[in-house]
């Protein structure tokens, strides 16, 4: 699990020891990551990376099983060069660290403030003990969605989990965790493949 000994907003949790299927390109003024499916589907995904930057193992894993699935996956350096989060760092200077990346800036995320009208269906994963994003936060999005959303989307939340569950444990992690990363990775493939 994340270590929750550390302050918000979260730590690294396990990292992987991972080389990845993919290569890095150049596109324009940003670097990224891209890995291609065994078979051309003509179907693309782009992966948003965390914090931690788009060159952490665990992100690139999650990135190459999209592509096992038949995505071409791109994993932009969306910081575009800046140093990604240390989790060594003094967590009392995050805030001043996040000015300067501010993912808001890139309108692949957000071009609007409305931040409920979503353009595309959308699957959200939470974490039930995650410290970063409390449950009272996952419910006053679902009811603003219900209120103002006008496309699909879905809201999981995965009992006993913790912040970054999805891509921040090991493969052979701890028995009564597998089957909940299992469930969210295979609820990201399923819901690929039905909007894309």
């Given at each position: 699990m994340a270590n929750e000994a550390y302050p918000c907003p979260c730590d690294i949790g396990d990292r992987l020891e991972y080389g990845g299927m993919g290569h890095e390109v150049q596109v324009e003024h940003i670097m990224a990551y891209i890995t291609r499916p065994p078979v051309d589907t003509g179907k693309a995904v782009i992966?948003?990376?965390?914090?931690?930057?788009?060159?952490?193992?665990n992100t690139r894993y999650m990135v190459d099983m999209i592509a096992r699935n038949g995505y071409t996956a791109i994993l932009p350096d969306f910081f575009v060069g800046q140093e990604p989060w240390d989790p060594a760092a003094d967590w009392s200077t995050f805030p001043k660290w996040l000015e300067t990346r501010n993912a808001r800036k890139i309108n692949i995320i957000k071009d609007t403030e409305d931040w409920y009208g979503l353009k595309n269906p959308t699957l959200f994963i939470f974490a039930e003990n995650d410290s970063l994003i409390p449950l009272e936060q996952v419910s006053l999005l679902n009811q603003k969605l219900?209120?103002?959303?006008?496309?699909?989307?879905?809201?999981?939340?995965?009992?006993?989990?913790?912040?970054?569950?999805v891509h921040r444990k090991k493969e052979n992690c701890s028995p009564a965790d597998k089957p909940y990363i299992d469930e969210a990775r295979r609820n990201l493939i399923e819901w690929l493949n039905k909007y894309i």
């Open positions: 992966v948003i990376q965390d914090i931690f930057g788009w060159k952490l193992p219900k209120e103002q959303c006008k496309v699909d989307y879905q809201i999981k939340t995965f009992s006993g989990q913790t912040h970054g569950f």
